[in-house]
């Protein structure tokens, strides 16, 4: 047996063998199959790129039927229960897990540059008062690009890097700039002794004198920020590296990465899970919810997945999260609902059908609501750890081989040639 495909051009009775690697054929392979000469071959057309593998990586594994998630091997309930979100971010660029000194100077690397610039924080105060923050994080991130002109110099290792750690490192400065500035209060500077993510929280929520962040809440938020970290060539992930294909500076890539984040289809559905919990807003109105759904009416955010067809299994740790939060805030009085509902969901055809389960979305909107997040960040606490996963496959795009600027084809189903008709001419 070999590992080709052969495969006959009814149109023309001719045959052709295409090598098979990976599972995957060349799209470019099909290109000599030809009616004739002038026939520029034969195209795939994969409107959402659903059976496209537009890329090769070494980051993420995921296996959708089976609820697996691993990254560079890694698998994510370990991470969850062992790692943190810097060890992890580490683990995304670098392909390792860091040796204790290794790690040591890679938080250290990140503390010192947390801070903003100055002109930047300056920027960020002028948005008005009750905007969107994903917008402001959005326009923070591509502002960063005209701060550090040598961002642009994405062949030079060092350089590199160094945009890297400024992205990671700044963009929890960036989210707690435009909360703070929503509320028109000025970023505060977070103590120097705080971890990353207790000095987020302090950029936060402090107010006057010193903050402490609860230890099972900056736990919580940093199992979060691993579950969040990469998710392999997802909508926001392959804009980043579409974006980067044509040499743009990673923080400009990285601006267009939050944009695609933004939508309620993407990282938008924790708030849209929320909203729609509120709407429901008792657990005897669920089942009129579900009848809604299945009539295609509404669709019910935080559930179904293009690549999970069962449980997400972010999901899973993140109920486990859940309560662990609860204990320390009190129960969020939407939790009821959205249990509700899954367990509606889990036993309805409609949705065993098309196999829609949980997916990262559905609980965690209620755990940030507990910890005092309005519904507006839980986007941006969404893009804060996912910087990493995006510059990870940032830099793997720039160092792979195969890689040229995206630039899709098309079917062209428009007017054929016509004469330009003057304006006194045409008819309504
Ligand atoms: N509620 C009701 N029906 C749904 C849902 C849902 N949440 N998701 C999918 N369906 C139905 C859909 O109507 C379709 O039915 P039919 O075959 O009868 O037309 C079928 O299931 C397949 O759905 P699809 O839209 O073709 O699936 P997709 O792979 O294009 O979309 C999705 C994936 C995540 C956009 C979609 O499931 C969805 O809109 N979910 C709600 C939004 C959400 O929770 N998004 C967060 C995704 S996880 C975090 C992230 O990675 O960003």
């Excluded at 995304?92 to 010192?112: D, N």
């Amino acid at each position: 047996m070999s590992d080709t495909l052969t495969v006959t051009d009814n149109r023309t009775g001719r045959t052709y063998e295409v090598p098979v690697e990976n599972g995957t054929i060349r799209a470019t392979d099909l290109r000599k199959i030809k009616t004739d000469e002038r026939d520029a071959g034969l195209l795939t057309y994969d409107p959402a790129l659903v059976n496209t593998a537009a890329v090769r990586s070494h980051i993420t594994y995921i296996d959708g039927d089976r609820g697996i998630l691993r990254y560079r091997g890694y698998p994510i309930e370990q991470l969850a229960e062992k790692s943190s979100y810097l060890e992890t971010a580490y683990l995304l660029l670098r392909g390792e897990l860091p040796t204790a000194s290794e790690l040591a100077s890679w938080t250290k690397a990140v503390h010192e540059h947390r801070l903003l610039p100055e002109r930047i924080e300056g920027l960020l105060d002028g948005f008005p008062r009750d905007t969107h923050p994903m917008g402001v994080l959005i326009s923070g991130l591509a502002a960063l690009s005209t701060h550090y002109p040598d961002a642009k110099s994405i062949f030079d290792e060092e350089s590199r890097h160094r945009q890297i750690l400024r992205i990671i490192a700044q963009t929890p400065a960036l989210a707690a700039a435009a909360f703070r500035a929503g509320q028109g209060r000025p970023l505060v500077r977070p103590p120097d002794d705080l971890s990353v993510i207790g000095g987020f929280l302090a950029m936060l929520f402090a107010d006057g004198g010193r903050y402490e962040p609860h230890p099972a809440l900056e736990r919580a938020l940093d199992v979060l920020f691993i579950l969040h970290a990469d998710h392999e060539q997802n909508c926001s992930t392959y804009a980043m590296r579409s974006v980067g294909s044509s040499h743009a500076d990673p923080f400009s890539a990285s601006a267009a990465a939050a944009a695609a984040l933004y939508g309620p289809l993407h990282g938008g559905a924790n708030e849209a899970v929320l909203r729609m919990l509120t709407e429901i807003g008792s657990v005897d109105h669920v089942p009129a919810f579900i009848k809604r759904v299945e009539a295609g009416e509404v669709r019910l955010m935080g559930f179904g997945h293009r690549i999970y067809k069962s449980y997400d299994p972010r999901a899973k740790i993140i109920k486990r999260t859940a309560d662990e939060v609860f204990d320390v805030t009190g129960r969020n009085p939407l939790l009821d609902i959205a249990m509700e509902l899954e367990r509606i969901a889990l036993q309805d055809d409609y949705f065993v059908s098309r196999r829609l389960y949980p997916n990262v979305d559905f609980y965690s909107g209620l755990i940030y609501q507990a910890m005092g997040f309005p519904s507006e960040m839980f986007p941006v606490l969404f893009a804060i750890p996912r910087t990493s996963g995006w510059v990870a496959q940032w830099e793997e795009m720039l160092l792979d081989p195969d890689t040229r600027i995206v630039r899709p084809r098309q079917i062209y189903e428009g007017s054929s040639v016509r004469d330009y008709m003057p304006i006194d001419r045409r008819t309504p």
